[in-house]
């Protein structure tokens, strides 16, 4: 079955501009979690969707939102970027979003803010 | 802010010996998982471990839960180079979130 699906891969945006990342979780998943890495903080949780709510969010400015469509893709989205939202960005999947379990990540978006 | 801490922060060996890293970790867990990341790439998941389970196997994987003093490690038998990535671990905690660990690098080299 298909993987988790992050589009774009990379991306270059120039500080004050806004972006929108997309994932395609795996088909029957409905849950979708967003994570950023950066060198110096590491993984970092965002945010987590389940059936088109956001269940639990992480330590992070209201800069950065997301939401969640019927057929459970996911996008996140940074406004007034800045030159410290450089990171990459991954979603995770699983199906019902429980810790139990393991997750399946995408291959991430790399973003660059100049 | 990160779970714990995780040692040695990079660890370089030849192709067949064993790599062991390790583990700490701060609050009470769900559960404890492992993942590998392949040069900035995606997380790949390895293993999960119970917080009522003391060691697990996998293939040539072997981790293991100490719950009392808050840290696990992850061995791996016989690396290949195919190994050389970087390994993450993760708890899960109440909230249906993980808190990643800052990784250890593995080099293996052939």
């Known amino acids: 079955k298909a993987g988790v699906t992050q589009t774009p891969r990379y991306l270059i945006k120039t500080r004050g501009q806004q972006v929108t990342l997309s994932c395609s979780p795996i088909s029957g998943h409905r849950s979708v979690s967003w994570y950023q890495q950066t060198p110096g903080q590491g993984l970092q949780f965002l945010f987590e969707y389940f059936s088109e709510t956001q269940r639990n969010k992480g330590n992070f400015p209201g800069r950065f939102s997301g939401r969640q469509f019927s057929n459970s893709r996911s996008e996140m989205n940074v406004s007034t970027l800045e030159l410290g939202d450089s990171a990459l960005y991954l979603c995770?999947?699983?199906?019902?979003?429980?810790?139990?379990?393991?997750?399946?990540f995408g291959s991430g978006t790399r973003l660059t803010v100049v | 802010s990160q779970q714990g801490e995780e040692d040695p922060q990079a660890l370089s060996i030849q192709e067949g010996e064993n790599a062991t890293m390790n583990c700490s970790y701060k609050?009470?867990?769900?559960?404890l998982q492992w993942y590998r990341q392949n040069s900035g790439r995606g997380l790949v998941h390895l293993i999960l471990?119970?917080?009522?389970?003391r060691e697990k196997h996998s293939g040539r994987l072997r981790v293991t839960l100490d719950t009392s003093k808050k840290s696990s490690s992850l061995l791996i038998t016989a690396s290949r180079a195919a190994d050389t990535a970087s390994y993450f671990c993760a708890t899960g905690v109440y909230g249906n979130k993980l808190v990643f660990g800052a990784g250890t690098i593995l080099r293996v080299k052939s």
């Open positions: 995770a999947s699983s199906l019902e979003g429980l810790v139990s379990y393991g997750y399946t």
């Open positions: 609050t009470s867990i769900n559960n």
């Open positions: 471990i119970r917080s009522n389970e």
